[in-house]
């Protein structure tokens, strides 16, 4: 693949490897130099991941605005500062009995247009410093809550503590931060334990590449 291929590639990110791991390695295997992602995902998270080559990159600020789809994992009765496995899990509650009637409606507040606050180990600017850095190095700061829509959230499993849900939203959304205020919602906490990125826009992840197969040529 050469330098005036202009394409739109889906990759499926695996989990451990961040954002721009991915790019640098379609960068270098397919000896590219305009390449970029549309839409951060976390390390811990995977899932599909857009990647655009060549002039294909202009066409960033319009895949950033498309709704996204999610599988989230959640773990009841814990909390972490870092609202995920990366940071140390306390416990914070070992009876979880909700039914399944009192986790949905609490998950229906939050669908529509809500307030939500980022995570402090995100990537949000914070006097041109990125979060993360400044909650790594212990620096104490606060971030402004933003509006996100959340159009959906359907359980997909509830076997506590463990609670599946998958969300349809507004580009921008935290689901480390929806994960933090279900969890504050039910009195219990909650983390987010696994994150999978199934949808942006049309662009679905049973159509993703793998990495290793990066050698097969793509379409534009």
Known sequence: MTENNDSILAFYKPKGMTSFEVVRKVRHEMKLKKVGHAGTLDPLAEGLLII???NKTKMMESFLKMEKEYLATLRLGVVSRSHDLETELVERSTEISFSEEEISNVL???????????????????????????????????????????????VELYAPPILKIRVVCSSGTYIRSLTRDIGEELGCGAVLEGLVRTRIGEYRVQDAMKLEDMSVSCAA
């Open 52 to 54: 655009l080559t060549g």
């Open 108 to 154: 229906g507040r939050f669908t529509g247009k809500i307030d939500q606050v980022p995570p402090d180990f995100s990537a949000a600017w914070v006097d041109g410093k990125r979060a993360y850095h400044l909650a790594r190095r212990g620096v104490e700061f606060e971030l402004k809550p933003k509006s996100v829509v959340i159009n959906k959230i359907l």
